[in-house]
């Protein structure tokens, strides 16, 4: 649509009057809408293909208020005019660029914030003397049909117009040349003068949140193109106060969330004020945001003393002049009064910007020099390699790129080492109950005590991973520390049934009894801790260099495991179990769910695998300890390398253990809690265990706890007159309150069909999350030497050999770089990388990733 006008030129001194401007720009719609094309339409936007990327080049500050009508718009003003106007220089100073934006206005096109900020600083540019020449615009964007001429909103099309109306101004300076410049813009406009979810509802002109942050990112990246970073400075004011909905309904401090900018609050200065500036404060923070000043008006009420006291002068409290009430008062003498005030804020948020892009900048040196990294070869991350993350918003890191000084969205693909789960939202929800939690309790110690959040948090696990087999609950900090209970409790199980438990009561001297051992597969993991390790087949995590201590105590067999290679799932047996009377069609499946069919113990392959395991553990010698624990990792084995072990396989072995009453362990630290998309793994195998460890997404990765369950009799194995007979272990955070909250509600938040739409089969299942037919055509790619692809897991294997293969291997470094660009942040296990979302991905979001994936395949193979 072509501008109002040619142009709307304003002579020095001369005042852009708003009734005008208002009746040219009805005129002037009402004229063209009749030639106008459709409105275009906001659909249900996708997940954004490219990351969303905020330059930090340059202040960006968010302007928002603890309600509506507190002043936002004249602290925007008052902030434009300090930056563009200030006389305190004598020598005429380079142009300056300050932008405006305004994501979201109703009322329009009565009531327009962006056309208060043009005119007023035309006005106050025509009051001072100003040295340099000043050129400002006002923008409209998008506005809905019945904000631009009198429709019905009844009447109106869905959708919002590509309005685009202009309007310039210049006031000329004293010494002429280059001017500065204020643009001001208004993104999306709606005609009732309500909250902006309502006002879009009426007018039928929804706008996702994806489209105001992508609309957000183009005016920044464009907004100073050829300026100077050093002279240029934003504000994007807020509609109503910071928990007023948005356009879609979403809280404004949550829809602006994933840009994290830092804030300035407008508090309230009447009476109820402070109540509402802390309440408006503290959403903020528990949101992550950084609140750098809170601006008040004076009501003669002196409200800015019980702030600065509450906020313990952290945060600066300003003051502003009472504000005229008559509404024909131009405010030009209050501008006047208050120019020292805004003078001190900008300087405020000057620094504040100053300090923090110092921060970022000096962050990756230092973490260089204070880290230890787990799991990281030092020599071999450069300073420019080190990743500096400012937050997180859901499924995404803020990236800081020291390069360029952008802060960029990265999927975390990794889940934060496999712990994230939780959508913007429920983050949000669980920071709320962890603080509920924290002000309620702190740290209370556990045993023998009770508290409201351990006790939900034990019945909803019993309920959920634990129903129909496990009766107790018991609480430690991580998964590590949860299958060293798990060991300590399947041991004097297997002791108490077999027998030598009273034997060893009895028996007070020092002599070493017949050791006990595990049974487990290779490949396995189960944490860092000596005694997991133990539990554990040798590894690269177990070698003398990392454990010298190892001896890996138990029989570690050799897994079949299936994947997808040329789009077909695969069945691979190792040697000891390759067998010449095997058909062709027992070793591959024609959909991955044929593969968990319980129709398969009746198969050929059971009775081989039957047959196999009791010849192994018949071959093995007493002499080397007693088996006396089964433990597995059901399904897949992660840290391993993303294989997954044949369903079939570990039921049989886990029958077979029962009937030589060996108490079997399952270690669900990663597979639990809908990662492989159902609650437990457990349900994969159609089998139970005697005890099983959870933690990781059990929290959804905010804080750590873990929980080992036993069944009853397990826990009955511990019971006696003596104290010296129960389970003497224990950690002095326990059952920690704030993580047992996070758990409930992580666990109640990821199996409700309301707040979890991934949930199906009467919320038994998560639905596929992968596009089944392009991991296919990726498990087809040349590059590509197997794939598994189970719940919210998404793994690959390249093709590799020698050193370019293995946990120690640099060979997909390449890839993974590319894919960060891609804004895909991932962390290889040697040459097999993965994707992981959480149980509430959207499956669009997997597609796209799938898309970059494939993508980056290709790229790949050609320089190989």
């Known amino acids: 649509m072509f501008p109002l006008s040619s142009l709307l030129h304003f002579p020095h001194r001369s005042h852009h009057r708003r009734h005008h401007h208002h009746h040219l720009l009805l005129l002037f719609l009402r004229r063209t809408l009749s030639t106008t094309a459709a409105a275009s339409t906001i659909p249900q936007s996708p997940p954004p293909s490219t990351p969303l990327q905020i330059p930090l080049s340059f202040p960006t500050y968010l302007i928002c208020s603890s309600n509506t009508s507190l002043g936002k718009t004249l602290v925007s003003t008052g902030l434009a005019a300090s930056f563009l106007l200030s006389t305190h220089s004598h020598s005429l100073l380079p142009p300056k660029k300050f932008l405006y934006l305004k994501p979201v206005q109703t009322g329009f096109p009565?009531?327009?914030?962006?056309?208060?900020?043009?005119?007023?600083?035309?006005?106050l540019a025509g009051r001072r003397t100003i040295r340099r020449s000043f050129l400002s615009f006002d923008h409209v964007l998008k506005a809905s049909r019945s904000a631009v001429g009198d429709v019905p909103s009844e009447e109106?099309?869905?959708?919002m117009l590509d309005l685009g109306s202009y309007s310039e101004c210049r006031v000329v300076g004293e010494e002429g040349g280059e001017a500065s410049e204020l643009v001001c813009k208004t993104l999306f406009a709606w005609r009732d003068a309500v909250s902006p979810h309502l006002a879009a509802e009426r007018e039928k002109g929804t706008v996702e949140d994806s489209t105001v942050l992508e609309n957000l990112q183009r005016c920044l990246e464009r907004g100073f193109e050829g300026w100077d970073n050093s002279n240029v400075f934003s504000v994007i004011e807020t509609a109503g106060g910071v928990a007023s909905p948005g356009p879609s309904g979403?809280?404004?401090?949550?829809?602006?969330?994933?840009?994290?900018?830092?804030?300035i609050l407008v508090g309230d200065g009447r009476l109820g004020g402070i109540s509402g500036t802390i309440s408006a404060y503290e959403t903020l923070k528990l949101r992550g945001y950084d609140v750098v000043a809170v601006v008040v008006e004076d009501h003669g009420l002196v409200n800015e003393v019980p702030l600065a006291s509450y906020l313990r002068k952290r945060v600066p409290v300003l003051v502003l002049p009472s504000i005229p009430q008559d509404l024909s008062d131009d405010l030009m003498e209050w501008f006047e009064d208050a120019c020292g005030v805004f003078d001190s804020l900008f300087k405020i948020m000057l620094s504040a910007y100053s300090e923090r892009i110092k921060r970022l900048h000096d962050m990756p040196k230092k973490a260089g020099e204070v880290f230890w990294w787990p799991f990281t070869q030092h020599k071999l991350v450069s300073e420019e390699a080190v990743t500096?993350?400012?937050?997180r918003c859901g499924e995404n890191f803020a990236v800081f790129k020291v390069n360029n000084d952008v802060m960029?969205?990265?999927f975390d693909a990794c889940a934060s080492w496999w712990t994230q789960g939780p959508d913007a939202t429920l983050q949000t929800e669980l920071a709320r109950e962890m603080g509920y939690s924290a002000a309620r309790f702190g740290h209370v110690m556990f045993p023998e005590n009770v508290y409201e959040p351990a006790l939900e948090c034990a019945e909803l696990l019993l309920e959920g991973v634990g129903k129909g087999w496990a009766s107790r609950t018991y609480f430690s900090d991580n998964g590590s520390t949860a299958i060293e209970i798990a060991l300590k409790m399947a041991f004097r199980k297997f002791t108490f049934d077999h027998g030598t438990l009273s034997d060893l009561l009895n028996d007070d001297s020092t002599q070493r009894h017949s050791q006990l051992m595990v049974l487990a597969l290779n490949g396995s993991y189960h944490g860092d801790t000596l005694g997991a390790m133990e539990a554990q087949a040798p590894s690269s995590y177990t070698g003398f260099l990392q454990q010298p201590?190892?001896?890996?105590?138990?029989?570690f067999l050799d897994p079949p495991t299936v994947f997808l290679c040329n789009n077909k799932w695969n069945l691979s047996l190792p040697e000891g179990l390759q067998s010449h009377s095997l058909k062709y069609g027992n070793t591959w499946f024609s959909s991955r769910s044929e593969v968990f069919h319980l129709s398969r113990d009746k198969s050929d392959i059971a009775e081989i695998y039957s047959s196999h395991i009791a010849h192994t553990l018949a071959q093995y010698p007493e002499s080397k300890g007693i088996i006396g624990a089964l433990i597995l990792e059901p399904v897949i084995q992660a840290a391993g390398g993303m294989h997954m072990v044949d369903p079939l396989f570990q039921r049989v072995l886990v029958n077979h253990c029962r009937n030589e009453n060996i108490p079997v362990i399952f270690d669900e630290v990663f597979t639990g809690f809908w990662r492989l998309g159902t609650e437990t793994a457990a349900e994969l195998l159609n089998c139970v265990p005697d005890i099983a460890c959870f933690a990781k997404l059990m929290t959804g990765g905010t804080i750590p706890l873990a929980a080992t369950?036993?069944?009853s009799a397990v826990f009955d194995s511990f019971?006696?007159?003596?104290k010296l007979k129960a389970l003497l272990h224990g950690h002095s955070y326990s059952a920690h309150a704030m993580g047992c909250t996070a758990a409930a509600k992580s666990i109640k938040w990821f199996k409700d069909p309301q707040l979890n739409r991934n949930i199906a089969s009467g919320g038994r299942l998560l639905r596929e999350l992968w596009d089944e037919k392009m991991v296919g055509e990726i498990s087809s790619h040349p590059a590509v030497q197997r794939v598994v692809v189970l719940g919210t897991l998404c793994a690959l294997e390249l093709r590799a050999e020698g050193s370019n293969a293995g946990y120690g291997s640099l060979y997909a470094s390449s890839l993974l770089k590319q894919l960060r660009e891609d804004g895909i942040f991932t962390r290889p296990l040697g040459n097999v990388i993965y994707f992981m979302c959480g149980p509430c991905t959207s499956p669009e979001v997997c597609r796209q990733l799938l898309i970059k994936l494939r993508r980056r395949l290709d790229e790949f193979s050609q320089i190989r």
């Not at 979403?250 to 830092?262: A, G, H, K, V």
């Not at 019971?719 to 003596?722: M, P, T």
């Open 709 to 711: 369950l036993a069944t």
């Open 110 to 123: 009565s009531d327009s914030d962006s056309r208060f900020v043009f005119s007023k600083l035309n006005s």
């Open 719 to 722: 019971l006696g007159d003596s």
């Open 549 to 555: 201590w190892y001896t890996g105590r138990g029989l």
């Open 250 to 263: 979403t809280l404004q401090c949550d829809l602006y969330r994933p840009l994290r900018l830092p804030a």
């Open 388 to 391: 500096v993350i400012d937050s």
């Open 156 to 159: 109106c099309e869905p959708g």
């Open 408 to 410: 960029t969205q990265q």
